[in-house]
């Protein structure tokens, strides 16, 4: 919520960096060398979260994977799932963009 809210209401890149910026530092610290969110098991919170640093490193042109290696590698792996690569590749099987709606302030073309 720290991330999409504000790309609705203030649309102001920079706060949303330094507002997801402390959560995401916890949420690496906390998955240390973890295969996945939950440990060695892909859940439905993996497909959460590899969407969120996935807007979370387009706001931020490229800053978070630079910043916390281990969500690149994190976002390697999930994309790179059986079935979901395939998906992920074919942009008529996989909408990317936008990933906000019209309304929104940022990110929504």
Known sequence: M??????????????II???????AKIVE?????EWIAGQNL?????YFAELIDLLNTVSDG???????STQVYYDR???LPNLAEAWA??????KTPFN?????LLNN
């Open 43 to 47: 859940t439905w919170l993996d497909f």
């Open 2 to 15: 720290k991330a999409t809210i504000p790309m609705y209401t203030v649309g102001d890149a920079e706060a």
């Open 30 to 34: 906390v998955m240390g060398d973890s």
């Open 63 to 69: 800053l978070f994977f630079a910043e916390f290696p």
């Open 101 to 105: 709606n019209k309304m929104a302030k």
């Open 78 to 80: 999930f994309f790179a």
């Open 18 to 24: 330094e507002e997801s910026r402390p959560l995401l």
């Open 90 to 95: 074919d942009d008529t099987k996989c909408m």
